[in-house]
């Protein structure tokens, strides 16, 4: 009793001194990466985990802490993986705004949390591995000459071992274009990891891009098909081969056409514009005589003449020009003019009347659409037909009218039109036989197949001689030496056991022992019976059919 809490006191020492140097290995832990995302965060726990590199969570900041001396070699090979990605911030940017904030950073926020929505977006491809958006978005301007468009730039870095087609390319671009407001698809730009631009073919810089190559082999190949299709089921499949050569217009024409007819009914025309003028002019005299100071002399008494020798010849008639017409217009009609002078004693009047005509005119405008057949060139190879030439198959070649057939059939199967200048070309020729190259021989000790196949076989030899070798040389002679170890000690129990009983005795201990043996052999006999005698009982078919089989083995 006065020694247990001596007992107690050393046992609760050596625990503390125990646990302070466990405590004192245990490592550091510092922070490796903090306010990481969920995504990076799970990536980064499962890279930690395939080095098994034992790590903590901060409570409270969302940390994650290693051992500190691995702070910096972790760093170097998460970045080698290109963890963290860093995923930029959506819209979740705005909702811890706080007041007071100016309209710049309300402006540079949303353009970050715009950007992360479209990178995010542009993330959920799955040829696409990261992505990085910068918008460039102008201020508005009140004046359209000072207004500016905006712009977006796009890096793509893909999955390894993976490519991006023009399709998701061009689905990229209209997304981010229908993104921002008032944002050209041409405005866009996308370029990889490696630096190649992948919105070229979109800009429409090349007179020809992708989309039109591939749309000139989808035409190709389907004239192709439709060739193929309805000459196979004459000829059989394999017998005609066909090639197109498309030429594809993609040119966009716009034409306009103004024409200028002259009215065709007199009586039925249109009146542009009329001007008339009209002056009256009555009393005194006209001017008349030779100019000059006699001319100006005042007039003399007034007299009745017979005569009036100074009046102007009746009838006398002018022509005022037309004015032209408004600029721009038509050109108007020839104008029809007519004046009127009298004079008769002292009233003179004159009367001016100027009309212009509508001309007929039609405008036209017509606007041709991109991708029409210009032009097609087809080659038809047609193989010869199988008959029976003295119960062997022989190659023989199509009669003319066959061929015109042919020919017919893949005129209406491609359209043929002679005003466009297609040409068909339709040739019957046998068709080479493949022959397969004759397998070469080679010996047996240059056999690919035979060297592996002796490689293994030596192995297993190799490994069954040293089997061999290890029991005749270890295990045989400990197992012979255990076995006679065993005899040796027999012999000794045996030399110091204690003298054999009496004769009788061990014979009467054998009677009994084979009278219980006989007696063991009575009961299962009976045992064996009984259970006959109840299978009887019970399927008495079965012991018929039993003694019955026993009946016709015997015989």
Known sequence: QPRLPLILGGAALVAAAAAFVLWSRAPDYKVLYANVTERDGGAIIASLSQMNVPYKFAEGSGAILVPGEKVPELRLKLAQQGLPKGGGVGFELMDNQKFGTSQFTEQVNYQRALEGELVRSIESIGTVEAARVHLALPKPS???????????????????????????????????????????????????????????????????????????????????????SILQPILGAGNVHAQVAADIDFAVVEHTDEKFRPNSDPNNKAVRSQQS?????????????????????????????????????????????????????????????????????????????????????????????????????????????????????????????????????????????????????????????????????????KDPQAIELGKSIGLYAALAIAALLIWLAVLRPRARRQQQQQLALAQQAASTALPPADPDALAIEQAQAREQLRLRESERQRADLDYAQQLAKDDPRLVAALVKHWMNANE
């Open 277 to 445: 003028s009209e002056s009256d002019q009555q009393g005194g005299t006209p001017p008349g005589g030779v100019p000059g100071a006699l001319s100006n002399q005042p007039p003399t008494n007034p007299a009745a003449p017979i005569t009036n020798p100074g009046a102007a010849p009746n009838g006398t008639a002018n022509t005022a020009a037309a004015r032209p017409g408004t600029p721009g217009a038509a050109p108007a009609a020839p104008a029809q003019t007519s004046s009127t002078t009298t004079a008769s004693g002292p009233r003179s009047s004159r009367k001016d009347v100027t009309t212009n005509y509508e001309l007929d005119r039609s405008i036209r405008h017509v606007q041709q659409g991109a991708g029409g057949v210009k032009r097609l060139s087809v080659a038809v190879v047609v193989n010869n037909r199988m008959a029976d030439a003295g119960g062997k198959p022989a190659s023989q070649a199509l009669t003319a009218a066959e061929l015109d057939q042919i020919r017919n059939l893949v005129k209406e199967a491609m359209g043929f039109s002679q005003e466009r200048g297609d040409s068909l070309n339709v040739v019957n020729s046998p068709f080479a036989q493949e022959r397969e190259p004759a397998p070469v021989e080679l010996p047996l000790w």
């Open 142 to 228: 009140l004046f359209v000459r000072d207004q500016k468009k905006p712009s977006a730039s796009v890096v793509l870095t893909l999955q390894r071992g993976r490519s991006i087609d023009e399709g998701q390319v061009s689905a990229i671009v209209h997304m981010i274009s229908s993104s921002v407001p008032d944002l050209d698809p041409k405005s866009v730009t996308v370029v990889d990891q490696r630096g190649n631009l992948l919105s070229a073919a979109n800009s429409g810089a090349r007179g020809l891009d992708v989309s039109q190559l591939k749309y000139t082999q989808e035409i190709e190949q389907t004239y192709v098909r439709r060739i193929e």
